[in-house]
Structure formats: C-alpha cells, structure tokens
C-alpha cells in the first residue's frame, strides 16, 4: 500500500473513480457501469474474492479487469469497501452497516485476510450499536431494502426484527423504553434532544402507541414481517390493531379521509430522518388483510368497514372483499348507520351498494360469532356467556338494518326488489316490532309515488300488522300512500289491539274487585285516585258490550271485503273527487260497514250529552293527544 501521507483520497471523473496515489492503476473494478481504476496490493491484503480472481488470472503481470455482478449496495458501497482496504477512515451508520456488512461478505473481507477486517467491524457495529437502539434499528431495516435478498441471507433483517419487536412487546417501564431507543441525552425539561437542539418532542414511556409512527415508514412487505414477529412475541390484540390501522389510514388516503386523518400524532426522532415508504395500494389492503386479529370492538368495526369501502374502490380480489364481509358479518351488532352506507362504485344507478350490505347480513346470520372484544370486562364475559347475548344482537342488527333501509329509501333508482331483500334477510324473530319496517316503506312510498298497488301490496307484504304499535296503525289509517286492502287490514288490527287492550283491562279489574277487602280508614285519603280509575272502569264495564257489538260487526264485514274489492275501487274515485284524501278511508271503511273508533271532531254534541264520560270518549281523548307524535314519528 501506498504510504498514508501521499494518499490524498478519490476523485471521480465522469463514471471513473481513481485513487491519488501517485501510482498508475494496475486494477479496475466495474459495477453498474461505473469502474474504479485501484491498486491490487491494497485490494488483495483484504479481500478474498479479489485474491482468487487475480490467481486464476492468467496474465498477472498485465492489469487485472473485474466485473463485479449483483454487488450489494452498488458503486457507493464499493467506494466504502475500498477506502477501509486503502487505510481510510470509515464511518459506520445505521443507514449504510446493512449493505456494508452485505459487501463485505461478497467481498470475503474476513479476518483471514487481515485482523479487524471489514466484515467483523461491521458486524460488531451492528450487534453492539444498531440492534440496541430504536430508532437505529428502524432506519437500518428500512436501508436493507435494495439489498434485501442478501442481508435476508445474512440473518440481518431477521435480528432486526426480532430486536424490534422485543423492544415493544416488553414492558417500557422495565429497561427504560422507549426513552433510551433515541438516547441518552435529554433536555432537563424531559424533551428529547437531536444533536444538541430540543426538538420539542416528550418520551411518554405510558402510552403503547409511541412505536406506531416510526414503523409506518417501512415497506409493506418488512411491516408484515414485522407484525407477524411481533404476533409470534405475544403482542397484545389492541396494539396490534392499532399499529395496522395507523399504517393502513397513512397509506390509503381514501381511509384516512374516512377516519379523519392520523389524530395529530407528534413525529418521534427516527421519523425525522427516515423517508417516506412507496406502497402500492392493492397491494397493502390485500396484505393487511391476512393478519388482522380475530377481535371485536367498535371502533375496529368501523376500521373494517373503512377498509371494505376502498378495497371496492381498488377492486382488490374476490377473497380480500369475502374476507372482509365476513369481518364485519361477525361483529354487525356494533356497526353504525353511517358507516355501512357505502356508495356504489361501478356503473350501477343506485346510490348505495345494498349487494354489499346484504352479503354482511347473510354472514352475520349464517356464521357463527365466536369473537371476543380487544379488552373484555368480566361483564363483557357473563354477557358474552348469557344465552341471550345472541338474541340481543339479532334485535340491534334488526333495528339497525331497519334504518339502514328507511336511509337508502329514498334514492329513486332503488328497485324494489332490492328493499325486500334487505327486509327478509335477517328472520321474523328478530323484530318484536315492525315500525321501523313500517316506516322505510312509507319513505320509500313517498319517494316513488308511480309505483303501482300491486307493487305496493307485494312490498307491505314483509310487514306483519299485528306486531305494528297503535301508534304505527293510527298513522298507518290515514297513510294516503298505502293501498285500500293495506289500510283496511290495518285497521282491522288496530280495532283488534283496542279490544285486546280492554279485556286485559276488564280481567285486570276483576282481579282487584274479586279479593275485595276493607280497607283502612287511614288508607283512604292516599288512595283517592285509585277508587277514581277504578269507577271509571266500572264505566268501561257498563259499556264494554256497545263495543263489542261493533267490533263483531266489523269482523263479519272483513271477510265480505274481497267479492266487493272492484266495487270500492269505483267508489274510492267519487269520493276522492268530493272529498280530501285524508278522510277517504273512513268514508270508505263506513261504506263498507266498518264502524271504526269516531274522531272528537266527528262526535255529535248529542250523543256528548247523553254518554257522558264514556269509555269510547276516553279513548278518543287518548288517541287525540297522541296525533302530533303519531306524524312526527312516521312521515
């Protein structure tokens, strides 16, 4: 080697590097079309590779000419690797020790050739400094990209990842982390401090989520890696959840919108310096997939759902989309309405993609949910364990699949098709009432008003009447949007609710007059209004058999109504000329012999005078105070 004093480094001239050193070149390397024009001593003191090219050479005298192939790192690596063969000093980094410790392998830079070889050096500075530091760590993994077939072959990458995920599966508490990961030197304040400037940032060792930003910089393909090491570890289900949707909401844009952005995260040091990873879209939604955590949670059923309104946008494969239907099927009970209203991203009419939202429902009713939350209280377990914790979930999925439908009703695209089978996918036992149902069709009445009656008789159809409210069927009977056959079996049922409400008050009062005992003195004056509703329920008694005859009456019409169906047809058209539409199906109903339960405004001031407080008046009384709420709940 030439001596140290007369070296004065490398220039680069074009695509050639030479060396000053005063000597001719008897050496030169290519790599990627760059030659290096070097000396052999200084080359064959420390690398092997070298050696056993220049002794199978043929003509050693003459200049030796080296194409290098596939060399790790590339010209700037080998620049590095043969300024340490020249006597000059290398500095090791976290960014350059992978692919320095990759060439120096290539190169066969053993100690055989020389003590303190380039190999050991950079393989102790990987062991002692960069395994042992956060943020050194990240930034090697990320650099071991280009040259990742080999460092994969060293085991490098692997160490990394095992340090990695050591570092945030143990306790921070225990050995000082995350606050020694980015060194020693602290600000008296707790801030961190980067080269001797506070750079404002705090080190809350408490929070699991401090490692979320720095390992949202790697690629895809070494963040799954990295998560299934940490999965391996023993890492908890929450952080694991929350590390894959911070990356996915800072990759795909579409879910960040969704989501409103990243939360104003503070950048820790390692993100200061590293660069952002190119992701290919499709690609991490498909990958992210495979390892998402068989847990239930709110907030990650929203995540899900966030990430099935993409992957449709992307139009990620079959499975990817099942497999996330399947996601959110098995944990529906905890969706909100707003986000399972997915747009329609294809060349359908319609606003909404109910197709989507209908295969969700299948798999909530057809697989079996055996997931348990991130955190579970023991009330979440005894209420998971109850056997009607099932139940309860198919009611909430019922009253929220109800409300979907009454949201998506009036896009007047929406076939009607569509509506009833969304209505029948989940089954009959899942509602105990059917006003929400009751309410959807009348939206959807409202915004497609040429629909024919048949079309809406096959609609109401989904409904079952006699699980409709009395406030349902008082709005229902005088819903100017149902067909005549759909009013006046509603209000069939309505007289029939009525009636069922009074026997079980008349039982109620045989019940308390049976076991008729005397009363105290004392007792007396706290139970006046007791004996008033009780005399006025002696008033329903005397009265109880008008009723009756009336409700008889109607039920003998009800099954006359069919042989005279056309012939109400022809009178429902005078009488729509003559009179509003708001009382036609009454006027249509005493046509027919149906004696429906009177309006105040109907009631003459005779028969006033002569009922009296009558039962009938008591309930008109009820059902009038009742008329504003009745309009509002259903229109």
Request: proline fraction near 5%; glycine fraction near 6%.
């Amino acid at each position: 080697m030439a001596p140290a004093g007369k070296l004065s480094g490398f220039r680069r001239e074009g695509s050639d590097w030479f060396c000053n050193g005063g000597l001719p070149s008897d050496i030169t390397v290519s790599i990627d079309g760059v030659t290096f024009h070097l000396h052999k001593f200084p080359l064959l003191s420390k690398c092997g590779k070298i050696v056993r090219a220049h002794e199978e050479s043929k003509n050693t005298d003459g200049a030796l000419k080296m194409v290098l192939e596939e060399f790790p790192g590339g010209p700037d690596t080998f620049l590095i690797a043969a300024k340490f063969c020249y006597g000059y000093r290398v500095e090791l980094t976290a960014r350059n020790v992978v692919s320095v410790h990759c060439a120096a392998e290539y190169l066969e830079m053993t100690d055989e050739f020389g003590e303190g070889n380039l190999l050991s050096k950079s393989e102790s500075f990987f062991h002692k400094n960069t395994l042992r530091n956060w943020k050194d760590c990240i930034l090697a993994l990320q650099s071991s990209e280009p040259v990742l077939p080999k460092a994969e072959k060293l085991h490098l990458v692997g160490k990394c990842l095992n340090a990695l995920s050591m570092m945030v599966c143990t306790d921070p508490s225990l050995f000082g982390w995350p606050m020694m990961m980015y060194g020693s030197f602290q600000s008296p304040g707790g801030s961190i401090l980067w080269n001797g400037i506070n750079t404002g940032a705090r080190i809350r060792s408490s929070e699991s989520d401090w490692w979320f930003e720095d390992i949202s910089y790697l690629s895809v393909s070494l963040f799954e890696r990295l998560i299934k090491t940490m999965q391996a570890r023993g890492i908890r289900p929450e952080n694991l959840a929350g590390a894959i949707m911070y990356y996915s909401r800072k990759h795909l844009p579409g879910l960040g919108r969704w989501h409103g952005g990243q939360g104003g995260k503070a950048r820790t040091v390692a993100s200061f310096s590293l660069t952002p990873a190119t992701v290919d879209q499709r690609v991490l939604l498909e990958s992210i997939e495979k390892f998402l955590p068989d847990k239930k949670g709110k907030s990650y059923c929203r995540f899900l759902l966030g990430l099935l309104r993409v992957a449709l946008i992307l139009n990620v494969s079959q499975t990817c989309k099942d497999s996330l239907e399947r996601r959110i099927g098995m944990q529906l009970e905890l969706a909100t309405l707003d986000s399972l209203l997915i747009p329609t991203y294809s060349d359908s009419d319609a606003l909404y993609n109910t197709e989507c939202i209908e295969q969700i429902v299948h798999y909530f009713i057809s697989t079996e949910s055996n997931l348990t939350p991130f955190s579970p209280s023991s009330r979440d377990l005894q209420a998971s364990a109850s056997p009607s914790s099932s139940s309860e979930s198919l009611r909430k999925v019922a009253k929220l699949m109800d409300s979907y439908i009454a949201e998506i009703a009036s896009d007047v695209n929406l076939k009607p098709g569509k509506i009833r089978r969304l209505a029948e996918a989940l089954p009959e036992s899942s509602r105990l009432l059917h006003d929400g149902l009751y309410r959807a069709l009348d939206i959807y009445f409202k915004a497609h008003p040429w629909l024919s009656d048949r079309e809406k008789e096959e609609l109401c159809n989904i409904i079952d009447y006699q699980k409709l409210s009395i406030h349902a069927c008082a709005h229902a009977s005088q819903n100017d949007r149902l067909p005549l056959r759909v009013v006046l079996q509603v209000l069939f049922f309505e007289q029939l609710h009525l009636r069922t409400a009074l026997a079980g008050c008349l039982n109620a009062l045989d019940g308390e007059i049976a076991p008729a005992a005397p009363v105290p003195i004392t007792a007396l004056g706290d139970t006046a209004s007791e004996i008033v509703q009780r005399d006025g329920w002696v008033t329903v008694v005397r009265e109880n058999q008008v009723l009756k005859v009336d409700m008889d009456r109607m039920s003998s019409r009800v099954g006359e109504l069919e042989e005279e169906f056309s012939k109400i047809k022809q009178e429902m058209k005078s009488v729509t000329k003559s009179h509003s539409s708001r009382s036609s199906p009454r006027l249509v109903a005493r046509k027919i012999g149906c004696k429906l339960v009177p309006r105040p405004s109907d009631a003459q001031p005779e028969s006033l005078n002569r009922t009296g407080s009558t039962p009938r008046a008591s309930i008109e009384w009820a059902r009038r105070s009742h008329k504003s709420k009745h309009s509002e709940s259903f229109t």
